[in-house]
């Protein structure tokens, strides 16, 4: 009795093992050949790591190779909220150290994260600052950023990034696509440890970095240019200012500013009105300025001399029922004293034998119609209506810079090609794209876009602007043992 008892028994032990062995082996099936690719994926996020490696942002230089603007390593502080058992206490100590709102810090540690931010590319102080901080779940890691060294020199022209160093505004944006460079990548296996086994790396891609830019800018003419506008600015007590300065022959800008500017390094707190790049998004009425394409017209097509007379109406010309005035009383005026003298009447009844379908053509010619296509971007055009539209007295007016608008860099296009021999040059701010080698990836050669006037039309007008540095309204900018 006793025997049978004992065997049920065993038999019973044997059957509930056996039964378990074939649930645990019916079950390891599943896991391993049904089941696979969810566990297979598990494990490999529990051993494979996978890690972006940056690239680094392209240096910007000036025409002398001396650096604008340049990437730096700095600290960015996150957390692993799961470890920081005082998140209070943490986030106060935080929000003095990093200069943060303590609510805001807190509200980051009350999240359960594994990597959360706290504040990225910190300042050199608040890394010393928080070594002497011992926070378990708080730590650094090294992040680039851009510095910029001349702080706001060239602000506008240069632009900015954002925190992962992605181009904004000016240069930083139009070229973003070469400054900033490929991220590589690697990927990995760690032990339980979570340490990286060197041995067990399956993929690595090198990070390709950004190539860099050579402006036409140089910095020294950039510092007097700022400093100069600054003055005027100041002393008109001006709501905006710019300046462009352009080599002529080639297009080179040599030099872009605006006012009001800003802080390179601390575009956070800029005002509204230093976004904007005033020389080439602005466009106004541009006055007497105006009167050069006017006599370049008249030269060009042979319709005066510089020594045909003009009645200057001692100073006031009715026409119709408006009356036009000069700042001085003229008589006789020989047409390079018209210009000398910048005589509104003198200009406008020169302009009468140039008729509205020539005047317009020069406007055209002089580039006021179109954009200048210099490589920044937003660049606008003036609102210059056709002939067709003109009032009847857009004729008297538009000669001497009303009714037509025009930006800056519009005007330092026309100019130069008084200077230039006649000749159209397109404006441009970069001269070439180089690796870090130095070798020239892309350059940008002088484009000479067309003849808007002859050589001898051209020389006549720099001899007759001569004469209004030497002789008439523009003797301020005389410059002694130079020829202006």
Avoid at 166 to 181: A, F, P, R, V
Wanted: positive net charge; aromatic residues 8%.
């Amino acid at each position: 009795m006793h025997t049978g008892i004992f065997r049920a028994r065993q038999l019973t032990i044997f059957l509930f093992f056996l039964l378990s062995l074939s649930i645990l082996l019916i079950r390891l099936f599943y896991i391993q050949a049904i089941n696979y690719d969810f566990y297979y994926k598990i494990a490999n996020e529990q051993h494979i790591v996978s890690a972006e490696l940056p690239a680094k942002r392209g240096t910007i230089f000036d025409r002398n190779m001396q650096v604008l603007a340049v990437n730096l390593n700095t600290d960015s502080v996150f957390a692993n909220t799961r470890l920081i058992k005082d998140k209070k206490r943490a986030a106060q100590t935080l929000s003095e150290v990093l200069h943060m709102d303590e609510a805001v810090v807190y509200q980051k540690l009350s999240r359960d994260k594994g990597f959360i931010w706290i504040k990225r590319k910190i300042t050199p102080e608040e890394s010393v600052r928080l070594k002497d901080v011992k926070i378990k779940g708080i730590d650094v890691v090294k992040e680039s950023k851009r510095f910029y060294p001349d702080a706001s020199l060239a602000c506008h022209a240069l632009g900015t990034v954002d925190i992962d160093n992605n181009g904004l505004e000016g240069l930083e944006l139009l070229y973003n696509k070469y400054l900033k460079g490929e991220n590589g990548w690697l990927i990995s296996t760690q032990d339980a440890k979570r340490k990286v086994l060197e041995s067990y790396q399956d993929e690595f891609v090198r990070p390709k970095d950004g190539l860099n830019l050579v402006l036409t800018i140089d910095e020294v003419i950039q510092s007097i240019a700022e400093r100069e506008l600054y003055k005027a600015y100041k002393k008109h007590n001006a709501k905006g200012a710019s300046i462009v300065v352009m080599d002529p022959r080639t297009g080179a800008i040599l030099a872009l500013a605006n006012l009001p500017s800003y802080d390179l390094n601390n575009t956070g707190n800029r005002p509204v009105e230093a976004i904007r790049d005033r020389a080439i998004n602005d466009f106004f009425e541009p006055g007497s300025i105006f009167k050069v394409v006017t006599a370049s017209g008249l030269l060009e097509e042979k319709l005066v001399s510089i020594d045909d007379t003009f009645f200057c109406e001692n100073g006031e010309w009715g026409i119709g029922r408006k009356i036009l005035h000069d700042v001085h009383p003229y008589g006789e005026l020989t047409f390079k004293q018209v210009i000398e003298k910048s005589s509104n009447i003198g200009t406008v009844k020169a302009a009468s034998r140039l008729g509205p379908a020539k005047m317009y053509k020069y406007i055209k010619e002089f580039g006021f119609l179109k954009k200048t296509g210099v490589d920044l971007p937003g660049e606008v055009v003036g609102l210059n209506r056709p002939p067709e539209k003109w009032s009847a007295v857009s004729m008297y007016a538009i000669p001497m810079g009303q009714e037509v608008t025009v930006t800056s860099m519009q005007l330092a296009c026309a100019i130069s090609v008084i200077a230039n021999g006649g000749i159209y040059v397109k404006p441009r701010i970069v001269r070439e794209i180089v690796d870090d080698a130095g070798q020239v990836v892309r350059d940008f050669t002088p484009v000479a876009e067309r003849r808007v006037m002859s050589q001898q039309a051209a020389a006549t007008m720099r001899f007759i602007l001569n004469g209004v540095v030497e002789n008439g309204t523009g003797k301020k900018a005389k410059i002694q043992d130079y020829k202006v």
